[in-house]
């Protein structure tokens, strides 16, 4: 009934539709976690699509802020779980935490003069420091909280896997129509005003954006790692292309590779599926570090 | 006040302020400012730093909040179109940028990731042979030196056929022979174009070479305005800058009319060179060697 009041129907359809279909893949680990590789195939090329600003632009601190609000995010979620209130989710607190931070340190960093790794550094204290005082202040969350630490492929469910689907669905039209005025704005953002573009609209989008989806892929690889999904696939894509273009489809293919990848490597040794995402896409970067070196050489 | 009233008779204006301030963090960094940049002709904005110069600038641009007017005469019945080229871009080089993404990344709707429109292309290619550095195209914009930079972010501010031109100091930074091949540029613009170009500038022996106007910014506010050589007095130098006439010779630099500006200085003032300008023979065949 709710489900079709709020015409999830035929997206549900097409999720279900496709797990069923990696499931019935030839593979065990296909097999064990198909909710995890179809939240992984929606989720990773757009966080290494994503990562080309963040790494040009210096915004990887920005993503730590939001990953580490999710401290008390989840914290809060798991708090008000234990005191009763059994409908609330620990994701979508996760989400208004995030959105709150980022929202907060953009408009500080647009008002102030203040270094923005300055705002983003007591921002990221407080929220990681109240997530420590919730967590240890009760034993109960103390027990579910390591699953949003370290990431945990079962917490992909339906519902998380529909709002991955939105998320990937909507950064991707957002790159198709911000792409070149971000890219301005990265360049200079005097340039960018004098050339009518509303800096302060892509500023704020982009925030919100990110906040959707550090927050959406945490469950995959947890808070810790999470900016790492953005920030690596991206930085190896750097040292492998001259052109925007190519860093752009080199970042989106690092990030599947290494999540597709990393997802196996975690079947297969039995560790966090994070873990080994991130220790893949780092290897990846590790080896794009050649020619970058034989080009100057 | 000296050199505000210029003899010369009164030329069309393309840019026009009116008790301009300005306040940032509040501190009053521009105080009513009124000035005038004439049509079709190289505007110098000249002072010392921190004197307002650059503010005044954004301002006209509408990067700062301002008090007064800022009034932009129309040119063919619609409102002038206005183009920048910033000072100093905090480019991360290592960013893989190249001149064609840069330049396209302003004109096309097409995202950059799904390839370069042909006709922006083309527009590209165009106003980087304009600027003389179409060899620049698809090269990545982190190795370039700061007079290619310079002349790319010139092609830039070309691709939306501006009719004013203002530039943030677009000569610091560049060697004296970069230096004068972007003058000539910009006096081609002038000349060919009918461009009207405002520069932001602390360099003297530029100023005096290239420049039809200046307006003078000391103390936060307008000191003195007009035609270049009547207006830059050894006397107003002096005011402007706070030390003693330290003139450049422009004497030899500029087939122009020497008496009419060599009355102004001080009697027996020698004419040391500071900075030299280009070359003894003066920067339009220096910069062409």
Same mark, same amino acid.
């Given at each position: 009934m709710t489900r079709a009041l709020l015409g999830f129907g035929p997206l549900d359809w097409l999720l279900s539709g496709a797990v069923q279909v990696l499931r019935g893949m030839p593979f065990d680990w296909a097999r064990y976690m198909p909710e995890a590789l179809l939240a992984t195939l929606l989720l990773a090329p757009v966080c290494g699509m994503v990562g080309v600003f963040v790494v040009n632009y210096r915004l990887a601190f920005f993503s730590d802020a939001i990953s580490h609000s999710a401290f008390s995010g989840v914290a809060a979620g798991l708090v008000l779980v234990s005191a009763g209130l059994a409908w609330v989710d620990p994701r979508w607190t996760l989400l208004a935490l995030g959105l709150i931070v980022g929202l907060l340190v953009t408009t500080v960093k647009r008002r102030t003069d203040l270094g923005t790794d300055t705002i983003i550094g007591v921002a990221f204290s407080a929220a990681v420091a109240l997530g420590i005082a919730l967590v240890t202040a009760n034993r109960e969350v103390q027990r579910a909280f390591p699953q949003y630490l370290y990431?945990? $492929?079962?917490? $992909? @469910?339906l519902p998380s896997l529909r709002v991955a689907f939105i998320v990937g669905v909507a950064l991707s039209l957002y790159l198709l129509w911000s792409f070149n005025r971000l890219t301005l704005i990265g360049f200079n953002a005097d340039l960018a005003r004098t050339r009518g573009t509303r800096v302060a609209i892509y500023d704020y989008s982009f925030a919100v954006l990110l906040v959707l989806l550090v927050t959406t892929a945490i469950p995959l690889t947890g808070m810790l790692l999470v900016t790492a999904l953005l920030v690596v696939p991206a930085a190896a894509a750097r040292n492998l292309s001259r052109s925007c273009a190519a860093m752009f489809w080199v970042a989106a293919g690092i990030g599947l590779v290494s999540g597709v990848g990393g997802l196996i490597l975690a079947y297969e040794q039995n560790t966090a599926a994070g873990a080994a995402i991130i220790l893949l896409a780092t290897a990846i970067f590790a080896l794009s570090l050649i020619p970058r070196a034989l080009r100057r050489g | 006040m000296s050199g505000a009233a210029s003899a010369m008779p009164a030329r069309p204006i393309a840019i026009r302020t009116r008790d301009l301030s300005v306040a940032l963090g509040g501190v009053d960094v521009l105080v009513g400012a009124s000035a005038g940049f004439v049509r079709g002709g190289i505007n110098a904005l000249i002072g010392q730093n921190g004197a307002g110069k650059t503010t005044l600038l954004r301002a006209i641009l509408g990067l700062v909040p301002y008090r007064g007017v800022v009034e932009i005469a129309p040119v063919g019945g619609r409102a002038a179109r206005l183009a920048f080229v910033p000072q100093? $871009?905090?480019? @991360?080089?290592?960013?893989?940028?190249s001149v064609t993404d840069l330049l396209c990344a302003d004109r096309q709707r097409r995202p950059l990731f799904l390839g370069h429109s042909p006709r922006v292309l083309r527009a590209a290619r165009e106003a980087l042979e304009w600027v003389g550095a179409l060899r620049l195209l698809g090269a990545p914009l982190g190795g370039l030196s700061g007079g290619e930079f310079q002349r790319v972010l010139l092609a830039l501010a070309l691709l939306s056929e501006p009719d004013i031109l203002l530039l943030d100091e677009p000569v610091a930074g560049i060697d004296i022979k970069g230096e004068a091949l972007f003058c000539d540029l910009l006096v081609r613009l002038r000349d060919q174009r009918g461009l009207t170009i405002v520069l932001v500038s602390h360099d003297m022996s530029i100023v005096m070479q290239h420049t039809d106007h200046v307006v003078c910014i000391a103390r936060q506010s307008v000191d003195c305005q007009g035609d270049t050589l009547t207006t830059l007095t050894a006397a107003n130098i002096q005011r402007i800058f706070g030390f003693p006439a330290a003139i450049y010779d422009h004497d030899h630099a500029h087939g122009g009319p020497h008496a009419a500006c060599d009355h102004h200085h001080h009697p027996g003032h020698h004419h040391p060179?500071? !900075? !030299? !300008? !280009?070359s003894s023979a003066g920067p339009r065949s220096g910069g062409a060697a």
């Open positions: 990431g945990d $492929v079962l917490l $992909v @469910d | 100093r $871009v905090d480019f @991360d080089r290592g960013t893989p940028l060179h500071m !900075p !030299p !300008p !280009p």
